[in-house]
């Protein structure tokens, strides 16, 4: 004698298939959840332009700025902030254009260019540079650690190598600027002012 199976309601069979996925953890959404940024941060050099003109230049007295490395919370377009000596978060809603390594790059450039130092862009120049500018981008963050004075700090550790490539000059530069509130744009703001101090600070060096 042939038994049937009993067919399996559609519905019922859904739903057992969800209970065994969510066994095994959440599903992957791609996207995630957070919201798309109303708008997206950048940094901008606030030393003036220099003119733009066909010249020759001697290789020896140009500069390649290269993109600063960064530490692990820099790599990402979040904004981090630091809540406590061991604590970190990101603050919601602020998302970089780029990476912010790469904005200060930019930034690095035009105020070193703005002094009369010819500088070259590695996305753009295959000559050999006289000088070579590396360094690391420490520190790019929102502290909150004192309520009472919340500021952003950068920080970057600069490398000077010549055409050897051996380093001959290393230091470190420091700048932290006020927030007036914790919206995006003001930190943004505020970041900017404290990146253009640290740029000058390098183009100062370096013109030395």
Same mark, same amino acid.
């Given at each position: ?56 230049? !001697? $290789? &020896? ?10 530490? /692990? =919370? #820099? *790599?990402?377009?979040? +904004?981090? %902030? ?38 070259? !862009? $590695? &996305? ?10 590396? /360094? =690391? #981008? *420490?520190?790019?963050? +929102?502290? %909150? ?64």
């Amino acid at each position: 004698m042939i038994r049937r199976r009993p067919s399996l309601d559609l519905p019922a069979a859904v739903a057992a298939a969800a209970f065994v996925l969510s066994a095994c953890g959440p599903l992957v959404q791609i996207g995630g959840n957070a919201k798309t940024p109303a708008s997206l941060l950048a940094l901008r050099a606030t030393a003036a332009p220099p003119p733009v003109t066909a010249t020759t230049t !001697d $290789p &020896r007295a140009t500069v390649l700025v290269l993109v600063p490395a960064v530490p /692990g =919370t #820099l *790599q990402t377009l979040r +904004l981090p %902030v630091l809540v406590t000596d061991t604590s970190i978060e990101y603050l919601t809603g602020a998302s970089w254009a780029e990476q912010p390594n790469r904005e200060f790059q930019r930034v690095l450039a035009d105020t070193i260019a703005a002094r009369g130092i010819p500088v070259l !862009d $590695p &996305r753009q120049s295959t000559a050999a540079s006289g000088r070579t500018l590396s /360094g =690391t #981008l *420490q520190d790019f963050t +929102l502290d %909150v650690r004192n309520p009472a004075a919340v500021v952003v700090r950068v920080r970057y550790d600069a490398a000077l190598t010549g055409v050897d490539k051996v380093p001959f000059a290393i230091r470190r530069f420091d700048a932290s600027a006020p927030v007036a509130t914790q919206n995006p744009a003001d930190v943004a703001v505020a970041l900017n002012t404290a990146a253009n101090s640290v740029a000058a600070d390098v183009a100062t060096w370096i013109a030395r």
